[in-house]
């Protein structure tokens, strides 16, 4: 079973607009944490945002924000107020903390483009 | 702020060539990961690494691979013979400590062309 899932393969937004992608994940490990990743067409990878699964709220980095629901297990990543610069491809990744070395696994990922 | 370095940023390379893809990671981080990215694809975890060995490696990095930290500073990841679909982005990563708390810094990757 997949243990990160990413059913929007593209998703399209209007500039200044709020835009929401879908993740939901499957672990039995009560201890786990949620990250999500920003690819631009450049290739790297950078880091947006993490979610604890024992934290009691939802994180926010500045315009991102993570709609946690752990009973339904999902992450959701907003992106508020989208700029043309926030079109890349976005992956959600979990890491696992039930073992000594636990690997961040990834999603497939949704592309976003974000029009004028 | 403190950055993974991985050179070459791109190389293209014969089939059955040996090729060394070199990282630096940040200087205080002890764990480090290969994962690589074919066009297109997920990104696939390949191997980590802990106190000079590997702690977890995937069904990928099968014999061919090998990962090394010859230095305090270098990670390097060597294919030894390589084929058309090791063609991928390989990332380098690093991670201060291990838990799901961590998450890791990437470096910008390498892109691999086996032609």
């Known amino acids: 079973a997949q243990k990160i899932t990413q059913t929007q393969p593209g998703m399209f937004v209007q500039e200044k607009e709020a835009v929401t992608l879908d993740c939901t994940y499957d672990t039995s490990d009560p201890s786990y944490g949620l990250f999500w990743y920003k690819q631009p067409s450049s290739g790297e990878m950078i880091f947006l945002i993490y979610q604890g699964s024992y934290d009691q709220q939802n994180a926010t980095e500045g315009r991102y924000s993570l709609n946690f629901q752990k009973a339904r297990k999902s992450a959701n990543l907003v992106i508020s107020a989208s700029q043309l610069g926030d079109s890349a491809m976005y992956f959600c990744?979990?890491?696992?903390?039930?073992?000594?070395?636990?690997?961040?696994?990834f999603g497939k990922g949704t592309m976003l483009l974000v029009s004028p | 702020e403190p950055e993974v370095t991985q050179t070459p940023s791109h190389q293209v390379t014969q089939m059955g060539q040996e090729v060394i893809l070199r990282c630096v990671p940040i200087s205080n981080h002890l764990y480090f990961y290969w994962y690589r990215q074919i066009l297109g694809q997920k990104v696939e975890f390949l191997v980590s690494f802990y106190n000079n060995e590997i702690s977890e490696k995937s069904e990928i990095f099968d014999d061919q691979f090998s990962v090394e930290r010859p230095d305090g500073s270098n990670f390097t990841l060597k294919i030894r013979s390589t084929k058309l679909e090791d063609s991928a982005m390989y990332f380098c990563?690093?991670?201060?400590?291990?838990?799901?708390?961590?998450?890791?810094?990437f470096g910008s990757g390498t892109r691999l062309t086996v032609v």
């Open positions: 990744a979990m890491r696992e903390g039930g073992r000594g070395y636990s690997t961040l696994t």
């Open positions: 990563a690093s991670s201060e400590r291990t838990g799901p708390n961590y998450g890791y810094t």
